[in-house]
C-alpha cells in the first residue's frame, strides 16, 4: 500500500522557521511528484508547492515564494518543506500528494499536519 507520512507542524511565532517532512512508501518514487497542499478553516485548499523527482523541476504558489524550499532527498524517499519568514495566514493543515507523472492533486494523500502561526 501507498502511505504518505507527513510530519514537522508545531506551533510557530510569526518570523519563525518550520521543516515539514514526507516519507513515501509502497511506490516507486522516482515516478513521482510531491506535492504540498493547504487547508486552513474556512478557506479552499491551496496548492503550496511540489517537487518532481523526475527532473527535480519544482512549483511554488505565489503567497510563499522566496520563503518556502522544496527538496527531495531520493535515497530516502523524502520530501521536505522548509518554511521560513512564518506569518500567520500560513496556518493550515499541510497535506502532502504524491501524483504521477506531475504535480497534482489527483494522487496519493498523506495525512496532514497542522502547522499553526501565532502573531
Known amino acids: 500500500d501507498v502511505q504518505l507520512q507527513a510530519s514537522g507542524g508545531g506551533l510557530v511565532q510569526a518570523g519563525g522557521s518550520l521543516r515539514l517532512s514526507c516519507a513515501a512508501s509502497?511506490?516507486?518514487?522516482?515516478?513521482?511528484?510531491i506535492g504540498w497542499f493547504r487547508q486552513a478553516p474556512g478557506k479552499e485548499r491551496e496548492g503550496v508547492s511540489c517537487i518532481s523527482s523526475i527532473d527535480g523541476s519544482t512549483y511554488y504558489a505565489d503567497s510563499v515564494k522566496g520563503r518556502f524550499t522544496i527538496s527531495s532527498d531520493n535515497a530516502k524517499n523524502t520530501v521536505y518543506l522548509q518554511m521560513n519568514s512564518l506569518k500567520p495566514e500560513d496556518t493550515a493543515v499541510y497535506y502532502c500528494?504524491?501524483?504521477?507523472?506531475?504535480?497534482?492533486?489527483?494522487?496519493?494523500w498523506g495525512q496532514g499536519t497542522e502547522v499553526t502561526v501565532s502573531s
Open positions: 500528494v504524491a501524483a504521477t507523472p506531475y504535480c497534482s492533486q489527483h494522487g496519493y
Open positions: 509502497g511506490l516507486i518514487f522516482d515516478d513521482y511528484a
